[in-house]
T-cell receptor, first 115, second 113 residues
């Protein structure tokens, strides 16, 4: 059973560029999450989907960040335009829907560097 | 404001010593999950412990929900235990369901030979 996969693993962008990060959740999982991880802030939630419906769009991240779930097995996170402060690791996670056993499983992340 | 506080921020142990990591929450939660991450590595779920005590190998987690705290005990530490341990709580929402996690900054554990 494959875990959460993310591509690319590393991305370098110039300020102002548009970048798209990709995620495939664990098969059968209905919940999908995008997080940003930095040393200062730790993990911050960017977006949360349940059965492809957007449940939370991350408040402060609405401006230049847009996550989409095109089907139950694929999601993208677009950052447009990128800024140097966006340099971070972007993590995707998935879980079964709610219930007593709603552990989140994480992908390896995409390390983004914005110059 | 950090809704999940972890302590200590860092910890250095000699191999075979025990470690006790603490996590506290500023708001009510009913789900707690502990994760482990090596530098540059994937977050790995260690224990999912909404309440009481759960054990997995050398790891024991104790969660006291009404006191808004959870701890992770690592017994007989090994060099390969080095890394960051993160505590996360599920934020409870009225009117919607879901398991959105809020993370602490983590405890950086270093185990020396």
């Amino acid at each position: 059973d494959a875990g959460v996969t993310q591509t690319p693993r590393h991305e370098v962008a110039e300020k102002g560029q548009t970048i798209i990060l990709k995620c495939e959740p664990v098969s059968g999982h209905n919940d999908l999450f995008w997080y940003r991880q930095t040393k200062i802030q730790g993990l911050e939630l960017l977006s949360y989907f349940r059965s492809k419906s957007l449940m939370e769009d991350g408040g402060a991240f609405k401006d230049r960040f847009k996550a989409e779930m095109l089907n139950s097995s694929f999601s993208t996170l677009k950052i447009q335009p990128t800024e140097p402060k966006d340099s971070a690791v972007y993590l995707c996670a998935s879980s079964r829907t709610g219930g007593a056993r709603a552990e989140q499983f994480f992908g390896p992340g995409t390390r983004l560097t914005v110059l | 404001e950090q809704q999940v506080q972890q302590s200590p921020a860092s910890l250095v142990l000699q191999e075979a010593e025990n470690a006790e990591l603490q996590c506290s929450f500023s708001i009510f939660t009913n789900q707690v999950q502990w994760f482990y991450q090596r530098p540059g590595g994937r977050l790995v779920s260690l224990l999912y412990n909404p309440s009481g005590t759960k054990q997995s190998g050398r790891l024991t987690s104790t969660t006291v929900i009404k006191e808004r705290r959870s701890s992770l005990h690592i017994s007989s530490s090994q060099i390969t235990d080095s890394g960051t341990y993160l505590c996360a709580m599920e934020r409870t929402h009225y009117g919607s369901s879901g398991n959105k996690l809020i993370f602490g900054i983590g405890t950086l554990l270093s185990v020396k030979p």
